[in-house]
């Protein structure tokens, strides 16, 4: 135990560790404290929650452009894909839905990862071909618009490659 002696000779010493610092510290909101707290716990199912919201945002994607169910925001967003993405509208379900499976998997024993590097070749080819479906069309904007071919995205791809001849752009969209 420090004799009285050196305890005053430490507070005289280090006479600021005994001061109020001039930095106030605020407390935590304990809104924001529960929020963290919560989101801490999801991270071990975060993987689980992005596969179950792909899958529904997928089957209700699906709906809607089937014409299975409708409603104000639903029927805005199958439009929505049916005019920019033509026919290719079926490949944004089946993308979420591949993906979402795949989030999923692991609960059932498969231990697979996703390889990023061949999805993004996979979205490749699916606009390579909204561009070879506007060929279908032979350019038409009006087809286009209303959801033939390749849609708008698909038209806009055979835009880029119009400066080539017919062949070349579509031999280059088919490589």
Do not use: C
């Not at 929020?35 to 809607?64: P, S």
């Amino acid at each position: 135990m420090p004799s009285r002696k050196s305890q005053r000779k430490r507070a005289r010493r280090y006479a600021r560790d005994e001061r109020v610092s001039p930095k106030q510290i605020p407390e935590p909101n304990p809104a924001f404290m529960t929020a963290a707290a919560f989101a801490l716990r999801l991270r071990r199912y975060w993987r689980d929650l992005a596969a179950i919201l792909l899958l529904a945002f997928a089957r209700i994607t699906v709906f809607g452009l089937l014409r299975l169910s409708s409603g104000s925001v639903l029927d805005a967003w199958a439009e929505f894909l049916s005019a920019w993405f033509g026919w290719g509208a079926a490949l944004v379900p089946l993308t979420a839905g591949g993906i979402g499976a795949a989030f999923i998997a692991h609960n059932f024993g498969w231990p697979g990862r996703i390889k990023w590097g061949r999805v993004i070749a996979a979205e490749a080819a699916a606009f390579a071909l909204l561009g070879l479906l506007n060929f279908l069309n032979n350019g038409n904007v009006a087809l286009a618009a209303a959801g033939q071919g390749g849609g708008l995205m698909g038209w806009g791809i055979g835009q880029l490659l119009e400066t080539l001849p017919a062949s070349g752009a579509f031999l280059t969209l088919l490589a």
